[in-house]
């Protein structure tokens, strides 16, 4: 098994997160299923029963847990989840625990359908009817739900921490398994914030949740012994929801906080607006939100961002909504007209270059995204939709579109009937060798539309356009369903030597295809604590070395000198392991040479194998193994204070001990490490007091403390682990000034990027008034802006910003670059 290749996090967390998200959230929900008489249905070989007088009954799952030899199993919690709650944190699940005999039954159910999931330890979570949904009518009780589970598994341990360091009991984690079938496993933290769960070894998503905190989600690996979990408290935003022109209380509207420049998804965090029209919001994490609110007929959204702080509460909010569209719609299969229970339909804007979340901001005003997940019998029911023109993007597990409207009129009338054929798509299985044809696990691959760049260039054909990004599994292999007949392209995340493949998918309805990857080497790094317990939350990467330091490291383990050619030039490369859980972490496959790895856990120096000098690893053919040990056992405390030496509560203070002043081997380290992560974060206490542990003790650190959305800040530098350090907060000041174009004429609209070495890199979109502009909540320092507009035109300044200055006659002249043609401005890379 090898382990990733290249995987940039930044790119596939995007392709994954924009092309994968109407999969997970793409599971049917039934909208007025009503009740009927007793009937059976069957499904790969699982009796499922409706029994006694629906009216009269509770909505019920009921089944047995068995072992994969016939055995009950006992004391397994079983969970039945609302499917759009999978991925999202609103509802908790309904659980409960099997008996000596293996029978449980979960009660008391609402209408609407389930993943039912069973967990018990020594086992391998699994799912009834093989993690498809079940359908629950009002009062139905359904039997028969039985769950098989297999011998195994792995096993998560974690803890649930506030923000300022103490422990949260009965904190709810979902671990929702990212592979297919989705299972779901759910528990709750005990006294001290601990929480173990048993899960099939591979990458999850782990979501926690409690009451007056804001949710966390983040991606993991199982098995890990040492997930920290850290919890915000959460803020809220109130107010009225009222209508148009009349200025009437709106009951009903569902009212959600949404990140600008995201789209309005299940996840985003709701409330629904009471008979007087208010609304209150809660669990928000500190930052900007656009409120947007949805009933039938209805809807509207803010104009202008609401900023909320941390641990913060914004009241007296008035959302205005206004008369929209309804639309429906059905999909269903061309051949036998069965509806497609499974999947989405989106509307979003024509011609935009994107798939909906991508979050690039968006100048002008355009047609809002808008998606719905089919109901049990292929229905897409739109709300509201206000009116404009749209693309249709429908979405049908393993199935492709084939006949409807792909463009949308929306105007004052409600739309009925729309109809949607699909017929099953392509399946394409990617298999990825590498140059002694053994398979490779864990490497992330594109899937392309269209021949290979070079094939394209020469005859002319359109842009390829990225279907997906995916990773393969244990055997190597990946498969692709629902694609449409065509070419295609797979290809490495990066371009690495390796040659892309072409497939002609046009003349049948399943292919299989290899890709050789560049190599026949790979390494395994072990990351652990002095403890030896395994560390999985840290980046692991390795880099090609230069210099005589190959011979070096040969020698050191007794790899005869002159296998690996000493003194080659670096590629520049960076190769990115992959967890495979327990602290280890595979790289490969690699070509023959030397590298150089490091460990960076966000927070401290990237650390180096302990066994191999330097941390340089040989590498040739077969497996090089290293193990890297994390001493962090040091910690960062003090208070934050304001200029009257004053407690400051409420406020995040971040440690950043990256890099070590005077030790020269850190040079190397500066194009891999890590920005610091969340574990590097704690909130001051209401006597201002903060404390970060997990700290290298002999580190230095700089330490900051800011109020999210306000702009004031404190930083202090050189801080060591043991001492007590006192940071006093700067109050925030503002810039303001003239922006004039390349012909003279004052500006209007302009994106400006501000940099701040004391501070985060800030990006705003602004407007101005004859050319006149102004930005508040500026934290003080040396201040570097660049403006861009639509047009390429660029325009820089640098300031000194005071604690509290109020800077104005800031000047921006935007220069006309040599060549440049109109285009949507999107936020560029600091």
């Known amino acids: 098994m090898k382990g990733n290749r290249r995987l940039p996090i930044a790119a596939s967390l995007a392709v994954l997160g924009v092309l994968g998200l109407w999969f997970l959230l793409g599971t049917a929900r039934p909208s007025h299923q009503k009740a009927s008489a007793p009937r059976r249905q069957t499904l790969s070989g699982t009796a499922i029963t409706m029994d006694g007088p629906a009216a009269t009954r509770e909505g019920a799952l009921s089944g047995h847990v068995r072992g994969r030899d016939g055995k009950a199993v006992g004391n397994a919690r079983v969970c039945a989840t609302t499917v759009r709650s999978e991925v999202s944190w609103t509802p908790r699940p309904t659980c409960a625990t099997t008996d000596g005999q293996g029978s449980y039954r979960v009660a008391p159910l609402e209408s609407t359908a389930y993943a039912v999931s069973a967990v018990a330890r020594g086992f391998r979570p699994a799912s009834a009817l093989l993690g498809r949904s079940i359908f629950l009518g009002q009062g139905e009780a359904k039997t028969g739900v039985d769950i098989v589970l297999d011998a195994g598994g792995a096993q998560l341990n974690g803890q649930v921490l506030d923000a300022t360091g103490g422990p949260i009991s009965g904190a709810m984690i979902r671990v929702l398994r990212r592979a297919t079938p989705h299972d779901t496993t759910i528990t709750e933290s005990g006294p001290d914030g601990s929480f173990s769960v048993w899960m099939a070894a591979g990458p999850v998503t782990v979501i926690a949740e409690a009451p007056e905190y804001a949710p966390v989600r983040i991606a993991h690996i199982v098995p890990s012994r040492d997930l920290v979990l850290k919890l915000t408290p959460g803020s809220v935003v109130s107010g009225r929801v009222i209508a148009a022109g009349t200025g009437a209380p709106v009951e009903g509207v569902q009212v959600r906080a949404i990140r600008p420049g995201t789209w309005n998804d299940p996840t985003r965090p709701s409330a629904t607006s009471q008979a007087d029209g208010a609304f209150e919001v809660r669990g928000l994490e500190p930052g900007m939100y656009t409120l947007v609110g949805e009933r039938v007929g209805w809807r509207g959204e803010s104009h202008t961002p609401v900023e909320v702080a941390l641990a913060g509460q914004v009241d007296g909010l008035t959302l205005t909504v206004s008369t929209a569209t309804v639309v429906t719609g059905k999909v269903v299969r061309r051949d036998t007209a069965e509806p497609c229970s499974r999947g989405r339909v989106v509307l979003g804007p024509p011609d935009r270059g994107a798939a909906p979340g991508n979050g690039a901001p968006h100048m002008g005003p355009s047609a809002p995204t808008i998606a719905t997940n089919l109901e049990a019998d292929g229905t897409a029911r739109f709300a509201a939709v206000p009116a404009g023109s749209y693309q249709v993007n429908v979405q049908c597990e393993e199935s492709r579109l084939v006949e409807g409207p792909t463009t949308l009129a929306v105007g004052g009338n409600d739309i009925e009937g729309l109809l949607w054929k699909v017929d099953p798509g392509v399946r394409l299985v990617v298999r990825a060798v590498d140059q002694l044809g053994q398979p490779v696990a864990n490497t992330f691959l594109f899937l392309q539309e269209g021949p290979p760049k070079d094939a394209a260039a020469k005859d002319g054909a359109r842009p390829r356009r990225p279907v997906r990004g995916f990773t393969t599994t244990a055997d190597g292999t990946f498969e692709l369903t629902g694609l449409a007949p065509g070419i295609y392209t797979v290809e490495p995340s990066s371009p690495d030597g390796t040659k892309p493949v072409m497939v002609d998918a046009r003349g049948s309805d399943k292919l299989e295809v290899t890709i050789r990857l560049e190599g026949q080497g790979r390494m395994l790094v072990t990351v652990r604590s002095p403890e030896g317990v395994g560390v999985d939350q840290v980046e692991v990467t390795a880099t090609r070395s230069r ?70 690893v040989a590498v040739r053919e077969g497996v090089a193994r290293a193990t890297v040990v994390l001493r962090r056992g040091g910690s960062l405390s003090g208070r934050v204070v304001d200029s009257s030496r004053q407690a400051v509560p409420d406020l995040w203070v971040t440690a950043d001990c990256t890099a070590m002043a005077g030790d020269s081997r850190q040079r190397g380290f500066s194009q891999i490490a890590s920005r610091p992560g969340s574990s590097s974060r704690a909130v001051s206490d209401q006597e201002g007091r903060f404390h970060i542990d997990r700290i290298a003790a002999d580190a230095q650190c700089v330490l900051r403390a800011e109020q999210p959305g306000s702009g004031s800040m404190g930083v202090v530098k050189g801080v060591h682990p043991g001492e007590e350090t006192v940071i006093t907060i700067r109050g925030a000041g503002s810039l303001s000034g003239t922006a004039i174009l390349p012909d003279g004429s004052p500006a209007t609209r302009f994106q400006l990027l501000v940099r701040n070495p004391e501070g985060p890199t800030r990006t705003e979109i602004l407007t101005a008034t004859n050319g006149r502009w102004s930005l508040s909540r500026v934290v003080p320092g040396r201040i570097h802006l660049s403006a861009f507009d639509a047009y390429h035109d660029a325009a820089e300044a640098s300031v000194e910003l005071a604690p509290g200055e109020q800077r104005d006659g800031v000047a921006l002249q935007f220069q006309q670059p040599p060549k440049g043609e109109p285009k949507d401005l999107r936020a560029p890379q600091p």
């Not at 595979?586 to 302990?610: F, K, M």
Request: aromatic content about 6%; proline content about 11%.
């Open 547 to 616: 210099g005589d330091t190959t011979s070096q490291a040969s020698n050191a383990k007794g790899v005869a000198p002159g296998t690996i050619s000493p003194g080659a030039p670096s590629s520049g490369e960076i190769f990115r392991g992959t967890g495979i859980g327990d602290g280890r972490f595979e790289i490969g496959p690699l070509v023959s040479g030397a590298y150089h790895v490091a460990v960076s856990d966000g927070i401290n120096p990237p650390s180096e194998p302990n066994d191999w000098p330097r941390g340089i």
